[in-house]
């Protein structure tokens, strides 16, 4: 009996095994799921970490490691919109403002990479590279779509496409997503390697339309200018917050990185902080080397903002290692997480496109409300362009005002985000799942 208890589990290990790398699908790995939610495909994450007996894991429960860390960086997030608002500058002289901008830049890394890992557990339970594909497709143009549609009303509240449109983070996301409809035909460490090449030698896509003759530059630089800048005006209208270049690579190396996450937990969490420890040390020492080699003058900013403020757009490598790598050396403490504070956070990862989608409008209502209460008047005029926003220093709000909206902000979210995430899980209505 024994003997044959061990071959039936060795048995169930070799299917997993199978089925985690896509060698030939098997038929209990073709589950199909309900379509998931569009940032974190977050019915993806129905995978408990505990491996049970005979190897199979558990789907049942969520990711609660995923949840809180995606709920962690949200909360992050709406700090930098209502700063937006405030007419404060993103960074500044002051401590105050400086960190107040440096802790959001955890967000959109967090975000991109880990809807890679939410495609790679989504494909696990599919068994199946084209309903994945067909999948990421047709979310990832949604995304697209609520870009140009929803969120951009969202910022401005008016209707002026002729003369602001803006290429952001969930038009970015949802391009990604697109092309790693393409990707996951290959293997996983085949992905790994092009995300992360991607992320390391991201500048020479900046140099391959400088190398183009100089008429063809002129008709290439518009649609280049989405994948990576290259030097040339594009559209005048068009205002690119996130290239595609190096974002697809963090998306498909947070793909790859599913393959961690289904390990036992002992071992998913030792590569978790090797990895995540690893990519800060590095941070730290290139830091360290560029600022001896190009030491500021004396109007510089302190040494300590200039080593924590990389380039951002595009995403330096810099800038990737020192988000990327606390955020996956900090997914064990995560796991972990419990206590109010931590439901709180769980609950925000659970519903991010609803998050997203409500949390951009109630800032800015909130925000024309705090200034009609301090001015007179709303100022409607200076947003016109947000989440580009210009103010005088003696227009802008203080930092203990900015902060105290955000906190009434983050409550009225989660009261909302409480009710919706308790309605998706009572109803089994189809649109429920698109959010």
């Known amino acids: 009996m024994g003997a044959a208890a061990a071959g039936i589990a060795r048995a169930h290990a070799i299917a997993a095994d199978r089925c985690a790398q896509w060698d030939r699908p098997l038929p209990s790995c073709r ?12 019915d993806a994450a129905r995978v408990d970490f505990g491996v049970k007996a005979g190897g199979y894991m558990s789907e049942t429960n969520r990711v609660r490691s995923l949840d809180v860390v995606r709920g962690v960086v949200m909360v992050l997030m709406a700090i930098d919109h209502v700063r937006v608002y405030s007419g404060l500058p993103p960074g500044g002289p002051t401590a105050g403002i400086f960190f107040t901008r440096w802790v959001t830049h955890f967000c959109a890394p967090a975000f991109v990479f880990l809807a890679g890992t939410g495609a790679y557990l989504h494909g696990l339970k599919l068994g199946d590279r084209r309903a994945l594909a067909r999948y990421l497709v047709a979310r990832g143009l949604m995304l697209v779509v609520l870009e140009l549609s929803v969120i951009r009303f969202s910022w401005t509240f008016n209707f002026a496409y002729s003369q602001f449109v803006l290429a952001g983070v969930i038009w970015m996301l949802g391009w990604c997503m697109v092309l790693m409809a393409g990707l996951i035909w290959l293997s996983t460490r085949t992905i790994a390697t092009i995300g992360l090449s991607l992320m390391l030698f991201q500048q020479i896509f900046g140099l391959l339309p400088r190398a183009m003759p100089q008429s063809i530059q ?63 040390v590095l941070f730290v020492l290139v830091t360290a080397v560029s600022m001896f080699l190009a030491p500021g003058g004396g109007a510089a900013a302190p040494a300590l903002f200039r080593a924590l403020n990389p380039p951002k757009y595009p995403a330096s490598q810099p800038f990737l290692l020192m988000t990327l790598g606390p955020m996956i050396a900090l997914l064990p403490v995560a796991d972990r997480a419990r206590g109010r504070l931590a439901d709180v956070f769980a609950t925000f990862g659970r519903v991010p496109l609803f998050y997203y989608l ?16 301090r001015d007179g008047s709303v100022h409607a005029e200076r947003f016109a362009t947000a989440p580009f926003v210009e103010m005088r220093p003696e227009q802008r709000w203080g930092l203990p005002l900015l902060y105290l909206v955000f906190l009434v902000d983050v409550a009225l979210l989660y009261v909302a985000c409480r009710w919706f995430a308790k309605l998706k899980a009572r109803r089994q209505e189809r649109w429920l799942r698109y959010l």
């Open 31 to 42: 589950r199909p799921l309900p379509y998931l939610s569009l940032l974190d495909l977050s």
């Open 218 to 280: 002129k008709s290439v630089a518009p649609i280049w200018n989405f994948f990576y800048p290259s030097g040339a005006p594009g559209w005048e209208s068009i205002s690119i917050l996130y290239v595609l270049v190096p974002w697809i690579g963090v998306m498909a190396a947070g793909y790859a990185f599913g393959a961690i996450v289904t390990r036992q937990p002992a071992e998913r969490r030792r590569l978790c902080l090797r990895i995540g420890l690893s990519a800060t």
């Open 358 to 373: 409500l949390h951009i409008p109630i800032i800015h209502v909130t925000s024309l409300a705090v200034w009609f209460l």
